[in-house]
């Protein structure tokens, strides 16, 4: 919670109520913590600021919000609210959007929201750490269909899902290792790829390097500073873009180290193998399974996973199609606006944030593993190769977020998150 800010002076004639400039601040802090946009940050604030009377101005960074609040015949006060991003939280995202329009309707006063998101915040996890292990190993199985590996390929992600989820858990303890993990993570995979191809299976170690990375790459957050840049939040969008590009560095220099240290420990890379092919209705069961994993890594509500599962196979099957007839970039921009178009409408009949299915089914879309192999190029000397890439990932990630606009277009949602 954002501690009540004495910035406020809000005992003094003209200047905002005291509960409701408590209330605004403490919502801005929870929603910059787990996951709002800066768009979708802002209009919410905007919303109750005038649902209290107050003229609301508000500049959100992923690290940082801004407020200024005033009453039609005041002042303005303004004040900073730090925000320490964390993971995305799909529950407390729906258990805010309750609280947000339960104040706005005027069910509640002011202070009751704000005893209310402190009730929220401090509730335990939905699940426990075993489970959460589980998800990140079952995810990493279901990359390795989607990127084309057969039966040793999946068998393979599943240890490197598994391994990786050990890391993370492990990596909460420390401030200093938590900043080294995607790093470590790159090295202890890539490492560990060729390793298992030269003693355990033959494997293609390219796959399993991308699908047990799958969970750290940022196609989300570089989805979401695309859109940011869109909707011209450009301090947020160029942070958030900065954000991502150093996380895929982090991981290329692992993966790189890596990969040179089993080339000298094995006396060479792993022999090129052909990977066997599995009908194609394995991948589509992959495709139903990935959002049941995601639904616990996002931390979403039981109840919602049919909505997720639906919403993932929305986005792929659109893609996949679009991408058959208008090629890949397209492809993506018609994936993005059916799911859109999906999540508006699940937003609209289940009164619920539009958020909640499109972060899950934009996961299947997002262009993480082609920016990880634009790094991957680089690290190669292959300058041309990696301009191409990162070239093809922007192309991608703007083809979702032009998917996403158009299908706010065609049918807006009526929740600000």
């Not at 005992?11 to 209330?23: H, K, Y």
């Not at 958030?240 to 150093?246: E, F, G, L, N, Q």
Request: glycine share 10%.
């Amino acid at each position: 919670m954002a501690p009540p800010l004495e910035t406020f002076q809000t005992d003094q004639p003209g200047l905002p109520d005291g509960d409701s400039a408590v209330f605004i601040t403490t919502m801005a802090h929870a929603l910059g913590t787990y996951g709002a946009s800066a768009h979708k940050l802002e209009d919410a604030l905007v919303t109750i600021s005038e649902r209290f009377g107050l003229e609301g101005q508000f500049f959100s960074a992923p690290t940082a919000v801004f407020a200024s609040l005033k009453t039609p015949t005041g002042r303005p006060q303004t004040t900073l609210i730090r925000v320490h991003p964390g993971e995305v939280h799909l529950e407390r995202m729906v258990q805010l959007d309750e609280i947000l329009v339960d104040v706005a309707e005027g069910k509640v006063g002011a202070a009751e929201g704000t005893r209310r998101i402190d009730a929220a915040l401090s509730t335990p996890d939905r699940y426990g750490v075993p489970l959460t292990i589980a998800s990140f190993s079952v995810t990493s199985a279901c990359a390795a269909r989607f990127f084309g590996g057969g039966v040793n390929e999946i068998l393979a992600a599943l240890v490197a899902g598994l391994v990786i989820g050990l890391l993370l858990v492990f990596a909460t303890r420390g401030r200093d290792l938590a900043r080294l993990i995607e790093f470590l993570c790159g090295f202890v995979i890539s490492f560990g790829a060729f390793a298992w191809a030269k003693f355990v299976m033959p494997i293609s170690p390219e796959i399993l390097m991308l699908a047990g990375l799958i969970v750290l790459f940022p196609g989300l957050t570089l989805t979401m500073a695309i859109h940011e840049l869109a909707t011209r939040n450009l301090s947020s969008g160029t942070a958030r873009m900065m954000s991502a590009v150093t996380v895929l560095v982090s991981i290329g220099f692992g993966v790189g180290l890596g990969t040179k240290l089993a080339d000298m420990a094995f006396a060479g890379a792993a022999p090129m193998v052909s990977v066997s092919s599995l009908p194609q209705w394995s991948l589509y069961l992959a495709v139903a399974i990935a959002p049941m994993s995601l639904t616990v890594l996002f931390k979403a509500r039981l109840q919602d996973m049919p909505v997720l599962v639906v919403s993932g196979l929305i986005a792929y099957v659109g893609a996949r199609i679009g991408a058959e007839n208008l090629g890949p970039e397209l492809g993506a921009c018609v994936g993005a606006g059916l799911m859109g178009l999906y999540s508006n409408m699940y937003s609209r009949v289940a009164r619920r944030p539009s958020s909640v299915p499109a972060i899950v089914g934009v996961m299947l879309l997002v262009p993480g593993s082609i920016s990880f192999q634009s790094v991957s190029s680089f690290l190669e000397h292959d300058a041309l190769g990696g301009i191409e890439t990162a070239f093809a990932t922007l192309l991608v990630a703007m083809s979702l977020v032009i998917g996403f606009l158009l299908s706010n277009v065609a049918l807006p949602p009526r929740r600000a998150l």
